[in-house]
């Protein structure tokens, strides 16, 4: 099954994307037929929107707002509602975790080398589940491993792709059922944020490289 880059392809077409984000679409706008129609799609709509009137200076603080939101700590604001029903937990608390994100003095190392985990407290319904939100920088790779227990993934920023060369991308999720087993990489651009929630343990096929 292909993936697409939905996504991402706005703010592509606006320009706005860092540029390790642009090559990687760009790369898949090679491959994929699809996506290439919908850049075209969008590219168009940009032309035509800049064609309607003249260009106007906007207001003080408008263009700093705007990237913060993009790129700040409420860039990842889309994301709450889905957030607060992965994890049980309203969306003013989810709102939250995603801010207190920011506070690199939250985080702790995580099972490998350039990965750090984010603990998170759930609600009810997720009561006994293992839950965090993992950060795994660019080309980082997850050991393969067995689940002894169901998991949930969802990602929130950047990207990964199973050995098998499955990708998940922002707004997607990844559930690994009672005994199936994978490794994963971080794709390039931003670092790869993914909230999980695991019941039981896992079990690792290959050698964990820790931290320090």
């Excluded at 969008?42 to 790129?71: C, K």
């Excluded at 309203?90 to 603990?119: I, K, N, Q, Y």
Aim: with cysteine; hydrophobic share 40%.
């Amino acid at each position: 099954m292909t993936e697409h880059l939905d996504d991402i392809l706005a703010e592509w077409a606006l320009g706005t994307l860092d540029s390790s984000s642009r090559e990687v679409l760009e790369r898949h706008l090679a491959a994929c037929e699809r996506c290439r129609v919908e850049a075209d799609r969008l590219s168009l709509v940009r032309e035509g929107l800049l064609a309607l009137e003249s260009p106007v200076e906007p207001p003080a603080g408008v263009l700093a707002a705007l990237m913060a939101q993009m790129e700040g700590p409420r860039r990842l604001e889309r994301f709450a509602q889905k957030l607060a029903a992965f994890f049980d937990v309203t969306r003013e608390r989810a709102s939250a975790l995603l801010e207190l994100m920011e506070d690199a003095s939250l985080w702790m190392p995580g099972p490998v080398e350039g990965s750090e985990l984010f603990p998170v407290e759930t609600g009810p319904a997720r009561e006994g589940m293992m839950a965090a939100v993992l950060r795994l920088h660019p080309g980082v790779r997850y050991p393969r491993h067995t689940h002894l227990g169901r998991e949930w993934n969802l990602v929130l920023e950047g990207g990964l792709r199973e050995d098998g060369g499955h990708e998940v991308w922002p707004g997607e999720t990844l559930d690994k059922l009672e005994g199936s087993a994978h490794g994963f990489t971080a794709l390039q651009g931003p670092a790869c944020l993914c909230a999980s929630l695991l019941e039981g343990a896992t079990e690792f096929e290959e050698e964990l490289a820790i931290p320090g």
